[in-house]
């Protein structure tokens, strides 16, 4: 903490200019670099030099997650977030604020603090007509399509429908109106579970795709997506702690809970009370040393008024409610030294540095390798081969280094980026602006076997029995070794069917299938190609501008940029990957074998 106001002043635009960034990675580009935590003790540094030194003060900025030209819609109440403190000292002292505030009688719901997406439903006289993310709490982006994939959710409210002829809803969770609510905004978390979020890694892996960071930015990346059925494979749930605005109200926090509960809306399963500050802690160290049975991943504690008088009472600011707090927990973290640094080849060609560490046992686990992403990372974190690192689990998921202790450096090298294919000897790429180096050979052996599996696979050309053991076979054989040589497999029928764990019925199937590929769309021809940076949207997009392969392959840097979603640096790599000459001769191969004559207009 900066003692004199020059050293504030000095600290604070490192302070801010972090802050930002920080919010672009996170909320704009789904990339975060740096932990909650070290996010958290920014927010809180800046907090303390503006009580320190009010004249500094300055609207402190609001990251807002509302993408370019996203329907903006207002929310009816302000959609709140949290205060968070990681002291039980500060704990306290909110305690002490709240009661004097409520001359010295409240008590506390306690309930787990979701480590998700922030999301509010809203009813329309009963029914669910839309779903906004929090946006900067005033008005939030439209994400319906995509939150409708979500099972958990009500369509109607059953309260809603019974409240006319009695319902069987407690009368004491029943908000204190007489008609059917005309207007509801329910308020909660879209999650994504630990199991499914492994799930999906390994598919990930399986596809030669960047593995999620953590569940958080996968939920919060999917939500955004306009590709239902990719949202779909994401497998989103919903838990919900709260109401926003809806006509009359309830008398607790807990009523609340039990309302959500009688409507079927997914919500935590116990209600657990604490009279004082001593009693919330017992619950949060209790809670903090038992393995709970939730299927999302928690980050903390999360402690409201229950009284919704006094929680009116204590009021808000712009941003947090008076009468509620997170209790965070520091992640667990562990030390250990980089042994050396590797790098990988990925399905398009990107090279990830990954640093080989002395194996440690963090939150159960023995971790003995962790992902530098690229090497802006390795530039910001400073690290050099030999150091000391702190290790730490990105929301509880997957170990990454989050600094060096510079302080036990002794005798390190520094880390030098590879200039030819780890695997191929090809001469690397950086494409300008960007951090990744790339092999840009499709016929590269390191990239071929992931290439052919997300060729075939059911997103692109969907060749049905073309999974990763039967790739691993062709390309062992030496049958394969770039996307087109799948359409001159039939060459090889005989010795194929010959093999033992073949015959007839099941090559004739796979061959069959490759042939009915022909027919498949444009746009998945271009997703199947690997192009760098094209995902299945961006994938549409091109096809509905350029309509042919053809079209695609001679299009200038210029006119790909004015496709949706394609931006400079993504232009620039297709027209890169169209201009070497290796993936020319792929195209044309593809092309003598007829592939692109077939696909719907
Ligand atoms: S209540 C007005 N309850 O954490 C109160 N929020 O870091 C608003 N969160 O913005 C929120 N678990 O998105 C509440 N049990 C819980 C929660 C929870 C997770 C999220 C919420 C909030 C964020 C703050």
């Known amino acids: 903490m900066a003692e004199s106001v020059e050293k504030a002043r000095r600290r604070l635009p490192t302070l801010l200019t972090e802050i930002a960034r920080a919010d672009r990675l996170y909320y704009k580009e789904n990339a975060p670099e740096i932990s909650d935590f070290e996010y958290d003790c920014l927010q809180a540094e800046v907090k303390a030099i503006y009580k320190k030194f ?10 807002s997650d509302l993408r370019n030209g996203a329907v903006s819609v207002p929310h009816l109440s302000p959609m709140l977030s949290l205060s968070n403190t990681y002291s039980k000292e500060e704990l306290f002292e909110f305690d002490r604020r709240t009661r ?21 439903l809203i009813y329309e006289n009963g029914r669910w007509v839309r779903a906004l993310t929090r946006g900067d709490g005033r008005a939030g982006e439209d994400v319906t399509a995509a939150v409708q994939t ?11 429908q019974e409240f006319s002829n009695e319902s069987s809803v407690s009368n004491e969770a029943k908000p204190s109106h007489a008609s059917i609510p005309s207007i509801t905004e329910v308020r909660g978390e879209i999650y994504v579970t630990r199991e499914d979020f492994e799930a999906l890694n390994a598919e990930q892996e399986r596809l030669g795709q960047p593995l999620f960071s953590n569940t958080r930015n996968l939920a919060s990346g999917s939500v955004k997506l306009l590709d239902v059925e990719e949202v779909k494979r994401r497998r989103l749930r919903f838990v919900a702690h709260g109401i926003g605005k809806i006509d009359g109200d309830f008398s607790t926090q807990e009523a609340v809970r039990r309302w959500l509960k009688a409507n079927g809306f997914p919500s935590f399963p116990t209600i657990d009370i604490a009279e004082t500050a001593e009693e919330a802690w017992a619950f949060i160290e209790a809670f903090h040393a038992k393995e709970h049975p939730f299927p999302f991943v928690t980050d903390g504690v999360v ?63 023995r971790i003995s390798r962790a992902t530098l992403h690229n090497f802006n990372e390795i530039d910001r974190l ?8 702190v290790l730490q689990k990105a929301g509880e998921v997957i170990p990454a280094i989050v600094r060096v202790n510079t302080a036990r450096r002794n005798g390190t090298c520094p880390i030098v980026p590879p200039t030819a294919c780890p695997a191929c000897g090809a001469k690397l790429i950086r494409l300008e602006g960007e951090a990744i180096l790339r092999c840009p050979s499709i016929a590269c052996s390191a990239q071929t076997r992931l290439k052919i599996i997300h060729f075939a696979s059911k997103e692109a050309l969907d060749i049905g029995g073309m999974g990763a053991k039967l790739v691993d076979f062709l390309v062992h054989n030496g049958w394969v070794r770039t996307v087109a040589d799948v359409f001159q497999l039939w060459r090889f029928r005989e010795r194929w069917i010959a093999t033992e764990g073949f015959g007839e019925t099941a090559v004739d199937g796979i061959l ?61 790599g297709i027209a890169a990957f169209f201009k070497n ?17 077939q696909m719907p207009a």
Request: net charge negative; proline share 5%.
């Open 100 to 120: 004097e505030a409520c001359n010295g009688g409240c008590a506390y719901l306690l309930e787990p603090k979701v480590d998700g997406m922030a999301i509010s």
């Open 382 to 389: 400073g690290l050099q081969i030999g150091d000391w690192v």
């Open 512 to 572: 069959t299938a490759i042939e009915r590929a022909k027919t498949q769309p444009l746009w998945r021809w271009i997703y199947g190609l690997s192009l760098p940076n094209v995902g299945l949207e961006a994938a549409k997009r091109l096809a509905e501008t350029f309509q042919t392969m053809e079209a695609l392959q001679t299009a200038s840097a210029e006119a790909l940029q004015s496709v949706p979603l394609i931006g400079e640096r993504t232009a620039q």
């Open 150 to 160: 979500i099972a958990d959710i009500p369509h109607v409210l059953s309260y809603a």
């Open 54 to 63: 009010p004249q500094l003060e300055q609207a402190m900025k609001v990251g």
């Open 581 to 597: 000459e290796t993936n020319r001769a792929v195209l044309e191969q593809l092309r003598k074998a007829e592939c692109f004559d």
């Open 303 to 365: 402690l409201k008024v229950n009284d919704r008088r006094q929680q009116l009472q204590l009021g808000a600011t712009a941003k947090f409610p008076h009468w509620a707090i997170a209790y965070k927990f520091e992640p667990e973290s562990v030390e250990t030294q980089v042994t050396g640094v590797t790098f990988q080849v990925g399905r398009t060609g990107a090279i990830t540095p990954v640093a080989e560490l002395t194996p440690v046992e963090l939150c159960g686990s």
